[in-house]
């Protein structure tokens, strides 16, 4: 019976251990050097088996003064046992709209097709892909992930699609708006001769919810994303 038990929990670990919630809405301070210039809010709904994420990024301040430039990405696709799988991966800008760009997932065909100012073309599609808002709710639902010592993840803008390895430190405390928080540290490794670099923070009680994201661009220029509300409804 134990190894009965045992065979089915490694089975069905996806869904006993990370129930989908029926929405989720988040809000974000984006800051650089100490100075607030944008604000994030993002919701995520299931119906059944079908998710929607919308993410609106709007500048404030001198950046909405000098930039105002409104963000809208969306990903909708589907839930099964091994987490989200998207379907269509949207990415606006309002006034730059040369950045924008999208991804049509086909898994009946291992293809994606990418399109951005260059056109459409059809890649390759791991089993793995995430497009890059997506990839933020799928920590959820990656199986043991704080006993885990690294990550891998393929993650398309909509315009490529990248290889992010992430190595992972658990029990590592932050205090954000919403108090202090344990969660699991994830970081790229540095790349040689190149500042480059992604920091995330997964809050352990929230269901390995970024609480906090910090890029760090090929200058050395730093951009953090960090949680100032949260809701989830299960």
């Known amino acids: 019976m134990r190894i009965l038990v045992a065979l089915l929990l490694c089975c069905f670990a996806p869904s006993l251990f990370a129930a989908p919630p029926t929405s989720i809405e988040a809000s974000y301070d984006v800051t650089t050097k100490g100075i607030k210039i944008a604000t994030i809010t993002e ?3 299931r119906t059944g088996n079908h998710y929607r994420i919308e993410s609106i990024t709007k500048p404030v301040g001198l950046l909405a ?3 105002p430039d409104t963000l809208y990405v969306i990903s909708e696709g589907d839930i099964g046992a091994q987490g989200l799988r998207p379907q269509n991966f949207v990415y606006k800008r309002s006034q730059e709209i040369l950045k924008n760009t999208e991804a049509n997932f086909d898994w009946s065909q291992s293809t994606v097709m990418l399109n951005d100012r260059y056109g459409q073309r059809v890649e390759p599609l791991a089993a793995d892909t995430q497009d890059r808002l997506s990839a933020q709710y799928q920590f959820r639902y990656i199986t043991f992930l704080r006993d885990r010592k690294e990550v891998t993840m393929h ?8 290889t992010r390895k992430y190595v992972i430190q658990p029990k590592q405390m932050l205090t954000v708006p919403l108090g202090t928080l344990e969660t699991l540290y994830l970081s790229t490794p540095q790349e040689e001769g190149s500042a480059w670099k992604t920091e995330i923070w997964l809050s352990v009680e929230n269901g390995n919810f970024p609480c906090k994201i910090t890029v760090t661009e090929d200058n050395g220029d730093k ?4 949680l100032t509300a949260l809701s989830i409804t299960q």
């Open 155 to 162: 993650i398309t803008n909509g315009s490529k699609i990248d």
């Open 43 to 45: 919701k995520f709904t």
């Open 65 to 67: 003064l000098f930039k």
């Open 223 to 226: 951009y953090s994303q960090v």
